[in-house]
């Protein structure tokens, strides 16, 4: 019968088809929109690309320019007024619920356009088709949907069409600013959501990707698992894509007991796993020593204080900076572990525009770490001189 559909599918064979059009939907987004046409992280075949552009025009009526534009401003302006949906000031719900509209106010804006949109497709079908029509690709999926599934395709075109505003505008863009875990403190409230990045093709890794806003492959942890670098292995492997970034490897000497220049670029080139290496190895052991040591009266400041003083400092709210004064009134130690952290993050800060300011700073940061009479920090500090740009050579 006609309205059964050309395919004249079952229910379990429905659900299956409507997860592997929106999962196309999604790599189309992730690959081409995000860490192609935003970021430019990797290159990718025209024929890829504009297979991308099509199955985009059909599903979402996105077009790349306006895409582009408005991530990169959000890259630009994170967490300030001027963020397209930052949860902070649009407020969380809204950014869950209306994050397809509030993209949508944005992309309507000329200025952001012309500065944030540049590099983008221009070419005729842009012109006279997918920017001159943006339904008319949904329309006509509508029409293949209802052709093949009958009656039920205008439910598989209905998921189809709200997946990436919800998921991607609604659920990445909202909760994940707002809630999950943290790798890196990066200068933003980005989360990763959870460690596996299958709904979305990996944009639930987002604080790594905020953290390395240029890297092709958005996991970093053994345990993570990024669905969008399997596609792009997968088209490199077909010779359809070049990665052009990823995340810096940091190498490390083992046996290097001295500071120089290649020991300051590289600290430079890898300080987000470094401080996330401070965090596990002199800021959590610490705490546990001081909470063991500290009054029963005063040991719940001890509770998640880990996270607490490894927090990027922009965002720290004011109960939680004065419950981090408290913590550091309890133990002159982990205040002396904290103010080094602090002192660390300030040399690549102040002085990354200069190597030799910078292996000067690096060389005083280290020589007062040994000098705290702290066995942790002075371990880190010997830690730090073992890094390098280049991996440590092998023996013939």
């Known amino acids: 019968m006609w309205y059964d559909g050309f395919l004249d599918p079952t229910p379990w064979q429905l659900i299956v088809v409507t997860l592997l059009l929106t999962h196309l939907t999604v790599v189309s987004v992730t690959v081409y929109l995000h860490r192609y046409s935003a970021h430019r992280a990797l290159k990718l075949h025209p024929a890829v690309k504009h297979a991308f552009r099509f199955w985009l025009w059909l599903t979402t009526g996105m077009n790349t320019r306006e895409w582009t534009a408005v991530h990169r401003k959000h890259h630009a ?7 397209p949906h930052s949860p902070r000031y649009k407020g969380l719900a809204n950014v869950l619920w209306r994050g397809a509209e509030l993209y949508k106010e944005e992309a309507g804006n000329a200025e952001t356009l012309r500065i944030y949109g540049k590099n ?3 070419d005729w079908i842009e012109r006279h088709v997918y920017s001159r029509f943006p339904n008319g690709g949904a329309m006509l999926m509508l029409l293949i949907d209802l052709a093949l599934f009958g ?6 075109w209905a998921v189809q069409m709200l997946w990436i ?3 991607a505008a609604g659920v990445v863009n909202g909760l994940g600013h707002a809630v999950g875990y943290r ?6 409230a980005a989360t990763n959501l959870v460690p596996w990045g299958i709904l979305i093709g990996g944009e639930e890794l987002h604080n ?3 953290t390395y806003p240029g890297s092709a492959k958005l996991s970093v942890r053994p345990w993570e698992f990024d669905m969008g670098w399997a596609w792009i292995r997968l088209l490199v492997l077909l010779g359809l894509a070049e990665v052009k970034r990823t995340v810096p490897v940091a190498h490390r000497v083992a046996d290097k007991r001295h500071l120089d220049m290649d020991t300051a670029r590289a600290i430079l080139n890898n300080r987000f796993q470094i401080m996330a290496h401070y ?15 500290a009054e029963a009266s005063v040991r719940h400041l001890f509770h998640r204080a880990k996270g607490l003083l490894a927090r990027e400092t922009s965002l720290l709210e004011a109960r939680q900076q004065a419950r981090i004064q408290s913590l550091l009134e309890q133990s002159q130690t982990l205040r002396v572990v904290y103010e080094r952290r602090l002192a660390l993050q300030q040399v690549w800060t102040r002085t990354s525009a200069n190597g030799h300011e910078m292996l000067a700073a690096i060389r005083a940061w280290v020589h007062e770490a040994e000098a705290s009479g702290i066995q942790s920090l002075h371990e880190f500090a010997e830690h730090l001189k073992t890094y390098s740009l280049r991996p440590a050579p092998t023996l013939a």
Do not use: K
């Not at 009656?151 to 598989?156: D, H, N, Q």
């Open 183 to 188: 790798n890196f403190e990066c200068r933003d």
């Open 279 to 293: 965090r596990s190895r002199v800021i959590a052991p610490q705490v546990r020593m001081e909470a063991a040591r």
């Open 120 to 122: 983008c497709p221009d």
């Open 208 to 210: 790594n990707h905020h």
């Open 151 to 156: 009656a039920f395709g205008l439910s598989v």
């Open 77 to 83: 302006r994170c967490e300030t007024p001027e963020d």
């Open 165 to 167: 505003p919800f998921w």
